[in-house]
């Protein structure tokens, strides 16, 4: 057995996990699959590597505990590290960003010298020429994170030439997750099924995703969710396509300098109304000579900043000097 099959069967196996690992495509599972792609087998050895979950039964007394830790510091897998007795039997613990870190740091006062910040990667998108038809937006996460309010602003913009795709769905977490939640947004889903302009394209696996933002103009994405980095923006953004957001979270922090950014407004009524003038103005100068050479450059950052070939020098550096 492999150090990597060690780990993934341990993860598999944790019946405290919300999702099965094997069914789900989510950002973390996703990120963790990359990392063994990109980083050889040796570096794991004698490592315990752990995902998202701070439960004490999964330390390991011979290993090197290292928690990659990826959610946000409300969920229920992370209350854990609030645990003194639970955080001074990890060796150490990874965040996805300075945002997140400062967050659980400011709410359970981790210590800096187990702490370490690795931020997210995507796999290189090549160039490609966008569509001059008609402007294209898109929305590629899942429904809580702001689609609704998404459908509300396009529906009053009612533009010409412009349309929405939807790719958005709880099937990214997989079956036992999908029939637990599914009919919960079953409206949402239905609304855009049923609207002009909108093409409801529900779950797309990633590289079909990939393939569709080299088409896309702009990631449409009024979040409501704290993001604790936000791999759905670094691909569109790597991809070509003008990131129109809210501040909250680590979306100021993995889109700036290019993000176009609406200040987050918990009266979902302001936010929607930001948001709409943002995205209007997004709309009306895509094709400016200004944003087009703003674009390469975006292109050309993201794709050297969250590329996996730089980020694997990252974790092997950190893998090779781990002491217990």
Not at 144 to 166: A, D, H, S
């Amino acid at each position: 057995m492999t150090e990597k099959e060690r780990i993934l069967n341990k993860i598999e196996s944790d019946t405290s996990r919300p999702v099965l690992f094997s069914e789900s495509h989510g950002g973390s599972e996703n990120q963790l699959r990359l990392l063994f792609k990109y980083v050889p087998d040796e570096y794991f050895k004698k490592i315990n590597l752990i995902l998202n979950n701070a439960n004490p039964s999964l330390l390991e007394k011979d290993k090197i505990n290292v928690l990659w830790m990826q959610h946000f510091v409300n969920q229920e897998e992370a209350k854990n590290l609030g645990s003194k007795e639970f955080v001074d039997r990890l060796d150490y613990i990874i965040f996805n960003s300075h945002w997140n870190f400062e967050k659980f740091q400011y709410q359970f006062k981790i210590p800096e010298n187990k702490s370490i910040v690795i931020r997210n990667a995507v796999e290189k998108i090549e160039h490609h020429e966008k569509p001059k038809d008609k402007i294209n937006l898109i929305y590629h996460t899942t429904p809580w994170r702001g689609l609704e309010n998404l459908l509300n602003i396009f529906k009053k913009m009612n533009l010409k030439n412009v349309e929405l795709n939807v790719c958005s769905s709880t099937e990214i977490y997989g079956k036992k997750f999908s029939e637990k939640y599914d009919q919960k947004y079953k409206s949402i889903f239905d609304e855009c099924k049923n609207s002009n302009n909108i093409n409801y394209l529900g779950y797309l696996d990633n590289t079909k995703i990939i393939e569709l933002l080299k088409k896309m103009h702009i990631y449409s994405f009024p979040s409501i969710w704290p993001e604790t980095s936000c791999i759905s923006a670094i691909e569109s953004m790597a991809a070509g396509c003008n990131m129109v957001t809210t501040s909250l979270g680590a979306l100021y922090e993995t889109c700036s300098p290019f993000g176009k950014f609406v200040t987050f407004d918990g009266n979902f009524h302001n936010l929607d109304d930001k948001f709409q003038i943002k995205l209007n103005e997004c709309i009306e100068n895509y094709w400016s000579n200004e944003n087009q050479e703003l674009l390469k450059l975006q292109v050309d950052t993201m794709n050297r900043t969250y590329s996996w070939e730089e980020r694997s020098k990252e974790w092997i550096f950190f893998l090779k000097n781990l002491k217990n």
